[in-house]
């Protein structure tokens, strides 16, 4: 038996690993995805003020900490039995589209955009964010770097701290916008719609102009028939902040639509002995272990999946785009794991127009950013999509508002189940009997899990982009043969 | 911007049991990363590069000149990391809350390893784990043995593993302190002796609020910031709100409480008072408005989770002792 240990994978949010065994003949047999870590955050939120956790929520994940602050800002309203007022829920959501369009740049171009601009198999020493920029230009490669800089200064302005916000309290948010700010932000937001949509333009010239990018996107060995996921608002388009989540099958036909506070009724996690993290999955459908198909309940929650298990996008430019991206790729759903890519362009110029629709509302200035809390704090749950999935905070609080209990669903942890199997898939596809196992094959088996921008990654905020490899060939005693280490 | 005469700084970073945003605050130099990058080699950095651990123990002891090591110690593998870099480093620093002072994750020592896997794996309401089945570090697979380190019981600050030659703090650092840093290291500045802080003032957050502040006497009662309507402009404190400020250093341009919210520490105590907690009750002390003892330990009695709030940031490194289990 052959071993392919990858470890560490870089650009996982601490640490990720990979074990490859196969048979004598060369075939893979099975692939095991391990997450070595665990924090345990919901146990030391047990005795902090609910209003505190917010803040607290944001550190476990520095990459995506706008999302724990607005899934547990929701909760905690929740807990208070109050709705933010209608300015302070605008604002939310604005500073929440700027945190969107902050992370899509960096996973386009940091990420994705090496294995496609560069090309799957181009020289590790290419195919990283420096070597899209060879391709594209420092004039674009600037670009990039400015409008992820400004997306940031937005989310400082209106969240105080630039990484780990301080904006929500509860029923509310801490700060307004001054008429002058206001200003400033309609500019940038009208230069997110612009770079969106010419982000979407390089990808249709570079990608779907290129017949084998396409085919690999289609035809390669990355597709999965599960499960989609995604928050939807009252007409089932795709909503990043607010709505309920609404699952479908590998048809498209409604599975369930649920409240926050129904999740438990919904998903499930199992827990294997081999790795920290554990694997979220449909109740109503059970555990069947990793296979696909309409009778495993393993589903995924991604840009592809929140276009799958929605009827649209809310803005006219968006909803353009979906219906391109479908009639391109056949129909909805899509199961095709690289289309996520697309899908997720589609989700930036989304958040750009929404960003746009918010800094023009009137309302956006207002003053009426708190809400009255006449509530006694008990419990609540609180939902919003993360970059990288659905993502549920859910606290009981005594009568104080001190957290007794926490239960935390993290946006990637959803899609750990369809990680292990792209990964095998993928695996499976590539590396057979007689086929040499080279650099270019190891990178499209990391392609597999790169699709879904894993929040354990912080690969969406990476420089030069690649996983450092070591994979060692064993025998069956597990003697190490030859180790092949991937060159920078 | 790098003299070319001089060859070129060996860098690196390093995440041990960390949320990703001290590398996030390294990236977050934007468009200078063009300059960093021109004045320095990344030699190590797995948020972003392909050098492997492997590659790192090849190294000759001595052959980085510079670690940023952000993360606390939660597991072996972070252990094993610390020692390692320690070793393969000229300058050691811890970058970051949790290097420095274990950091949010370090709030886990109020608890012990039990509990938390109890609550991960079989209390959580969405878990569904009939044979209580919890990771171990060592399974057997039909094809295998897989292999994940070993949680710890405590976690522990970077300085409580290996020596520490500076301590860069924040959660996570302004990036305009770390750009700092780095131009001192770059142009060959003389540095501090080692174990200090750089990056940070001496002074606290005080020094560089601008909320007003009386010289009187004003705490009656202590409130949550949502029982109160922050005016936006007096101290939080003379408001009632506990706001770490008198506890913690300068540095980081005051940024919570730009944005409305009290501060929390996570730049850590000031040079005179190492430990935030008792730093401050004495701040406190001064500002309650009362005489007689019982009527001060009744006012104090009003702030809702003192240690997870005093220690918020600073657990492990503090004089308080952990949960025993």
């Keep these: 038996m052959k071993r392919y ?9 601490g640490h990720g690993k990979i074990e490859i065994f196969c048979n004598d003949d060369g075939d893979v ?57 209608s300015a302070a829920a605008k604002l939310r959501e604005l500073f929440f589209m700027a945190h969107f369009v902050h992370s899509h740049i960096a996973h386009f171009y940091a990420l994705a955009a090496p294995d496609f601009v560069v090309g799957p198999t181009a020289s590790p020493a290419e195919r990283n964010v420096l070597g899209v ?10 670009e990039v770097l400015k409008q992820r800089r400004i997306a940031q200064e937005i989310q400082a302005l209106l969240g105080g701290h630039q990484t780990h916000v301080v904006m929500n309290t509860p029923g509310g948010v801490r700060k307004g916008l001054t008429e002058d700010e206001r200003k400033t932000v309609e500019e940038q937001a009208k230069g997110f719609v612009e770079f969106s949509k010419f982000s979407l333009k390089i990808f249709s010239d570079v990608v779907l102009a290129n017949e084998t990018y396409v085919d690999i996107i289609l035809n390669g060995p990355y597709s999965l028939n599960i499960y989609s996921m995604g928050l939807v608002d009252e007409n089932n388009k795709v909503n990043f902040y607010d709505g309920k989540v609404r699952v479908v099958d590998q048809e498209g036909v409604e599975h369930c639509k649920y409240a926050p506070e129904e999740y438990t009724q919904w998903v499930a996690e199992h827990v294997e002995p081999y790795s920290y993290l554990k694997y979220p999955y449909l109740k109503q459908v059970g555990w069947k272990g990793f296979v696909d198909g309409k009778d495993s309940g393993v589903y995924h929650a991604t840009p592809l999946s929140r276009l799958n298990a929605s009827d649209g996008m809310a803005t006219p430019l968006a909803q353009a785009e979906f219906e391109k991206m479908y ?73 104080k508002g001190i957290i007794q209990k926490a239960n935390i669903i993290v946006g990637t942890t ?44 912080c690969a969406t905020h990476s420089l030069p982009g690649h996983m450092p490899l070591i994979v060692n060939f064993c025998d069956k005693d597990g003697n190490v043969l030859r180790t092949y280490k991937r060159d920078k | 911007m790098a003299n070319e005469e001089k060859p070129k700084l060996k860098l690196a970073v390093y995440w041990a049991a960390s949320c990703g945003g001290c590398c996030v605050s390294v990236l977050d130099v934007h468009e200078k990363l063009f300059d960093v990058v021109a004045a320095a080699d990344l030699v190590f950095w797995p948020i972003a590069l392909d050098v492997k651990y492997k590659d790192v123990e090849a190294m000759p002891d001595g052959h980085i000149d510079v670690t940023l090591f952000n993360g606390a110690v939660r597991n072996s593998e972070n252990e094993y990391m610390a020692k390692l870099l320690r070793k393969k480093s000229k300058v050691l620093v811890a970058y970051g809350s949790c290097a420095h002072m274990g950091g949010i994750p370090g709030l886990a020592n109020f608890t012990t390893k039990e509990g938390i896997f109890n609550r ?117 404190l003379e408001q009632g709100v506990i706001c770490m400020g008198p506890a913690t250093r300068g540095g980081c341009g005051v940024r919570c409480i730009v944005g409305n919210a009290p501060c929390r520490g996570c730049y850590g105590p000031p040079p005179d008072a190492p430990d935030p907690g008792s730093k401050m009750m004495s701040a406190i002390a001064t500002m309650i ?4 003892d019982n009527e001060i330990q009744e006012i104090i009695e009003t702030i809702d989770d003192p240690a997870g709030t005093f220690y918020r940031f600073s657990l492990p490194a503090s004089i308080l002792r952990r949960t025993i289990s």
């Design chain 2, 120 to 236: 991960a794996y079989i209390e959580s309401e969405s878990t569904d784990n009939p044979e209580g089945i919890f990771p171990q570090t060592e399974y057997e697979v039909p094809e295998g043995t897989l292999e994940i380190p070993e949680f710890y019981n405590d976690v522990r600050s970077l300085g409580q593993v290996v020596d520490v030659d500076y301590y860069l703090p924040g959660c996570p650092p302004q990036t305009e302190r770390l750009v700092e840093v780095f131009m001192a290291i770059v142009t060959g500045a003389e540095l501090p002796p080692p174990g200090s802080v750089v990056g940070a003032n001496d002074k606290t957050q005080c020094d560089e609020c601008e909320r007003e502040k009386s010289e009187n006497k004003t705490i009656k009662k202590f409130y949550r910031p949502w029982q109160i309507k922050d005016d936006g402009k007096t101290c939080f």
């Design chain 1, 327 to 399: 009639e391109t790729l056949g129909g909805k759903p899509v199961h095709a794991t690289l289309a996520m890519h697309w899908a997720r362009l589609v989700e930036l110029l989304y958040s750009a127009e929404r960003a746009l629709e918010l800094i023009q509302d009137p309302e956006i200035t207002s003053d009426d950013i708190q809400a009255e809390l006449p509530n006694v704090p008990n419990e609540g749950v609180g939902i919003v999509e993360a970059q990288r999935g659905t993502l549920t905070h859910h606290y009981w609080t005594d009568e």
């Design chain 1, 29 to 85: 047999e099975n692939v095991y995805f391990q997450v070595p870590e665990l924090r345990g955050f919901e146990k030391f939120l047990e005795g902090r003020a609910v209003e505190e956790a917010s803040q607290i929520v944001t550190k476990i994940c520095g990459v995506c900490p706008g999302c724990h602050h607005m899934a547990s800002g929701k909760a905690t309203d929740a807990v208070f039995g109050v709705r933010p007022t």
């Design chain 1, 414 to 457: 959803n899609n750990n189940a369809p990680i292990s199997m792209s990964l095998k898939k993928a695996a499976q596809g590539l590396i057979k009997k007689g086929v040499d196992v080279s650099e270019g094959i190891l990178n499209m088996v990391e392609m597999a899990f790169r699709a879904y921008d894993p929040c354990f990654s």
């Design chain 1, 5 to 13: 240990t990858i470890d560490p994978i870089t650009r996982l949010e």
């Design chain 2, 289 to 292: 408005d009362a005489n007689e």
């Design chain 1, 133 to 142: 920029i060879g391709k594209v230009g420092v004039e674009i490669g600037t």
